[in-house]
């Protein structure tokens, strides 16, 4: 929020219509200095003077946590590994294998000696294809130990999408699994730039990372020099609502200061190390690749890895391997608050941790209700936060509050129509600053600088607000991006598709609420001109060249015309206005 102000002296300053002209000047009461901003008020036709109040940044109430600025991401990892040695780190929920923190060093190792061996240098990009597998976090630690750059990727994108992503990344090489690799194959046919196809397990033809790791060297040292500070480590895509998905650099400082952050003990997940996970978010999601693998074995927790999810499996192995916290996503959530016999299962159970998207306080008091358990913890963040900027504190928290910012963090709520800072309980865009912001998008500078300002300030596209107690909360999005299931569904791609469609000349799309995945994108299609085509032509058409996420689950509606505004930018409120009207109109059939 910005307060009219005297001065001690008067200022010098030139107005030109339309911009914001930004001077300094000492405040008369505390001679502070700070920005003043000068514009020309249209509805008062007057010009105000308007200086900003620092007071409004929220800084983090949990203070600074020193962190290292001299060690690289893989090389904590492999630190900490051999501290908790003969301890167990992964367990295959499928075989019952385990995976100790000594067996995690040397297989990271040898992984890392053989593909040095075989030509992996720094800054080459290593598309990871792949469900969960035990091996997953040592191919991405055995990449970044080479200074490489591990790009995680879904491994349900169809052929098209993972086009887009060898090409994108400009990849070297593929770590993938046999059931992909027809797809993946597809996928590089004639791009000129990769060395090889490696896999997680075995197929007849292709080389696999336990090979490497039968084959390596247990006390290889790598001879890369990393630079924490600038070099990538982790290079996951964010989707957008105005184009393709967007790599977002993240340094090795960027993840070892989230690491830090999030084990300030006011904040820290779990009380008692080693806690045990059952870990069914996918790996190549942030969420699950930062906040639980990543972390998890930096604390020297035990992670029971689930391939693909399933409710009865989940619970089964909550039960069989006594997990005591559980990290989720709100649609689990919803599961668990209907599941009649989940107490029987969750006796082991301290906490649950949910984050992905944001949850309401009923759901949360009808799963702890359903459950038994005492505790529920929300977080937020996004792949361009390293994953984590606030959580909920460990003693407390409040229900439906993501929490609070985490040490060295900033935030700004930003008014949307005057770009001031707001107050408590006034709901704004989310804008952060901090070690764990990512360094920016690759390849694309623009974008970067539209994302981060000059003064080093995330725009996050969230909107939200904090309370009296520096508790926030995320109310909406500003960005139109859709969260189906956790899971992002940029509209822009399915329109692209859509598109290309023969008989449509128009079409927008954005997410409807729906009770179980949150959200499922619809289409708003204009047909053309005397072309016959039916809502099941629309789903099959996206359906067939689409990741399953993103087929429309919410269907299709036929109108006469795309409303947009003069910029043709479409005008998705619009949009919105009319699916509430003919759910009203529904509701009284």
């Known amino acids: 929020m910005y307060s009219e102000s005297e001065f001690i ?16 000047a000492f405040d008369k009461v505390n001679t502070e200095k700070r920005d003043i901003f000068c514009f020309f008020d249209l509805r008062r036709q007057q010009i ?40 167990t780190a992964l367990i295959d929920a499928q075989t019952d294998v385990t995976m100790t923190y000594a067996e995690l060093r040397d297989n990271i190792l040898r992984a890392a000696s053989s593909l040095y061996e075989r030509g992996l240098r720094k800054a080459e990009v290593t598309l990871i294809i792949s469900n969960n597998h035990v091996l997953f976090p040592v191919a991405c630690y055995a990449v970044t130990y080479l200074g490489g750059i591990a790009s995680t990727v879904n491994p349900h994108y169809t052929t098209e999408e993972l086009r887009y992503m060898v090409e994108d990344t400009s990849c070297s090489r593929i770590i993938t699994q046999s059931p992909l690799i027809n797809k993946v194959q597809r996928a590089v046919r004639g791009y000129t730039g990769l060395q090889e196809i ?11 990372l336990k090979e490497l790791i039968d084959s390596g060297n247990p006390k290889f040292v790598s001879p890369v020099r990393i630079n924490p500070v600038q070099d990538i480590a982790f290079l996951p895509y964010s989707s957008g609502t105005t184009g393709r998905s967007k790599g977002v650099m993240l340094s090795h400082y960027n993840l070892i200061a989230n690491m830090y952050q999030d084990m300030h003990p006011s904040v820290v997940f779990g009380v008692h190390h080693p806690e045990t996970f059952i870990v069914f978010l996918p ?62 299962f969750m006796a082991s159970v301290h906490t649950i941790f949910c984050g992905a998207a944001p949850l309401g306080p009923d759901v949360e008091r009808s799963v702890l209700q359903r459950t038994g358990i005492s505790t529920f913890r929300q977080g937020y963040g996004l792949t361009e936060t390293s994953s984590t900027s606030h959580i909920a504190p460990v003693k ?42 990512m360094k920016g998008y690759w390849r694309r500078p623009i974008s970067t600088a539209n994302a981060i300002d000059a003064k080093g300030w995330f725009h996050t596209g969230d909107i939200g607000h904090y309370d009296e107690d520096g508790h926030f909360y995320i109310v909406d999005r500003l960005k139109e991006l859709i969260k189906w299931k956790a899971l992002q569904v940029p509209p822009a791609e399915i329109e692209e598709v859509l598109l290309k469609h023969p008989a449509v000349a128009d079409v927008a799309v954005i997410g409807i609420s729906d ?59 619009i949009l919105r206005g009319m699916m509430v009207e003919k759910q009203s109109y529904a509701a009284k059939l």
């Open 198 to 208: 490696l896999l997680l397990d075995s197929k007849d033809g292709y080389t696999s």
């Open 396 to 437: 407390h928290w409040k229900h439906g509050s993501c929490g609070l910012l985490l040490p060295n963090t900033e935030c700004k709520v930003r008014d949307l129509e005057t770009n001031e800072a707001l107050g408590p309980n006034k709901d704004g865009e989310i804008l952060l600053r901090g070690p764990q912001i």
């Open 48 to 87: 105000r003077l308007v200086m900003a109040d620092a007071s409004l940044i929220q800084k983090s109430r949990l203070g600074l946590v020193d962190i290292p600025d001299d060690i690289s991401f893989p090389d904590l990892i492999l630190q900490r590994a051999t501290e908790y040695g003969n301890r």
């Open 283 to 344: 790996f190549y999601h942030i969420y699950a690749l930062s906040t639980i693998m990543s972390l998890g074995l930096i604390q020297g927790d035990i992670l029971v890895v689930i391939e693909k999810y399933n409710l009865q499996l989940y619970m089964n192995c909550i039960y069989r391997y006594k997990a005591t916290l559980l990290h989720m996503v709100p649609p689990v959530a919803l599961q668990l608050a209907k599941a009649n016999k989940s107490k029987n």
């Open 515 to 573: 009770k179980e995945a949150g959200e499922v994108p619809r289409a708003y299609v204009v047909v053309k001109r005397g072309v016959k085509v039916t809502e099941k032509d629309i789903i099959d058409f996206v359906t067939a060249r689409v990741a399953p996420h993103k087929k429309l689950r919410g269907g299709v509606q036929f109108i006469a015309e795309i409303p947009k505004s003069p910029s043709g930018k479409i005008l998705r409120r």
């Open 9 to 24: 002296r008067p200022i010098s300053w030139r107005l030109k219509r339309g911009h914001l002209l930004r001077e300094k």
